[in-house]
């Protein structure tokens, strides 16, 4: 074990021992996620390196501190990717906060998310030991998959070290595409084309100041399938290097939509895509071919968003916060969850130091 795994693993056994809160921090880039937390921060940038990678064999493994981008620019050298688009929001952005946060970007609807992509892991728990789960292949697992339910938890269940990720090549041909639709015209579209066999990979539906409405829609696979789809759908096929900017500024939330979001909340409904159009405040910006919409609204709003998206189907999570104090950012579980949810943070976290409320405020 290195200096540094060391290091990590001292102060995670003194914390435990002492009962002291830690605040477990890559590169911060994701700090504005999930509930205020407090505790002494647990960095974990010194942790970082590709620990391997299989070309042939769509494999790589890293350290949890690795920056982002760095795994990224090592994939692309060989002509592959993280196809789920995982966002940075910033510079500093590491593969441990990746996973922690379990963040997609716009093709998640079609090529699936980080949980799908990650074959293993190794993590230290609350009693400072060091496990390790799951491989290097895919493969049939019996029983619970502790790997991937480590994706999403935001650091309380323990301090993932390392991880292991399936990758793909990048698809030999990319287009994108604009329609001039409302809001339920797009919809309707979007549902009638997922079920043809159409290389769909990611779709962006935004309203202007003016009221029209505008639907960017990317394909991407083989050369013949995307040509193919071109002609068949229509629509004005847009510049390939103007489309690549956009795709990026979408995942980063950089687009002027997200921008002009000032001082209210930014709220993501998790909806089924073939949800209708809902009665919100405003238009909002519809990603994932329907399935994630993201509402501007006043603080306060919460509880209003919660029940519409429930009554579609889905759920709604405060993103980014105005008020960085304000907390109920996730939605709330049933009781037959909160129990599961609890007895896992007790089993892989028994003193509670591990970002304690950051996932949920009772957690």
């Not at 409405?213 to 759908?233: I, P, Q």
Request: net charge neutral; charged share 20%.
């Amino acid at each position: 074990m290195d200096a540094v795994l060391t290091n990590l693993v001292d102060r995670v056994r003194a914390a435990a021992a002492a009962g002291t809160p830690l605040a477990i921090r890559g590169g911060g880039s994701k700090d504005f996620y999930g509930e205020p937390v407090g505790g002494e921060p647990l960095e974990t940038g010194a942790l970082s390196g590709i620990v391997s990678y299989e070309p042939s064999e769509l494999v790589v493994t890293v350290r949890a501190g690795t920056p982002l981008a760095q795994l990224e620019q090592l994939l692309a050298a060989s002509g592959q990717s993280l196809p789920f688009e995982p966002p940075h929001f910033g510079p500093g952005a590491t593969v441990g906060g990746m996973v922690a946060t379990g963040l997609s970007g716009p093709a998640r609807a079609s090529v699936g998310s980080v949980r799908d992509y990650v074959l293993g892991l190794q993590l230290v728990n609350g009693r400072a030991e060091q496990l390790v789960f799951g491989g290097q292949v895919m493969k049939n697992v019996a029983g619970y998959d502790v790997s991937r339910l480590m994706v999403g938890a935001l650091g309380t269940l323990g301090l993932v070290t390392e991880v292991s990720l399936k990758v793909l090549p990048l698809a030999p041909a990319e287009a994108t595409l604009k329609f001039a639709l409302s809001q339920d015209e797009a919809l309707r579209k979007l549902n009638a084309w997922g079920g043809q066999p159409l290389p769909l990979n990611a779709s962006c539906w935004l309203q202007d100041e003016g009221g029209a409405g505008t639907l960017y829609l990317r394909l991407r696979g083989a050369v013949a399938a995307v040509a193919a789809a071109c002609r068949s759908l229509g629509g004005e096929r847009q510049d390939p290097a103007q489309s690549a900017s956009d795709w990026d500024a979408c995942r980063e939330q950089r687009l002027p939509w997200f921008e002009a979001c000032g001082a209210r909340d930014l709220w993501r409904l998790s909806v089924p895509q073939t949800a209708p159009v809902l009665d919100l405040p405003e238009a909002p910006l519809v990603e994932w071919h329907g399935a994630q919409r993201w509402v501007r609204a006043a603080p306060g709003q919460g509880e209003p968003l919660r029940a519409l998206a429930a009554r579609a189907g889905g759920h709604a999570t405060l993103f980014r916060a105005a008020d960085p104090a304000s907390t109920g950012r996730q939605p709330p579980l049933a009781p037959a969850l909160a129990t599961i949810q609890r007895e896992l943070k007790r089993q892989f976290d028994p003193a509670g130091i591990f970002n304690p409320g950051r996932l949920f405020p009772e957690a």
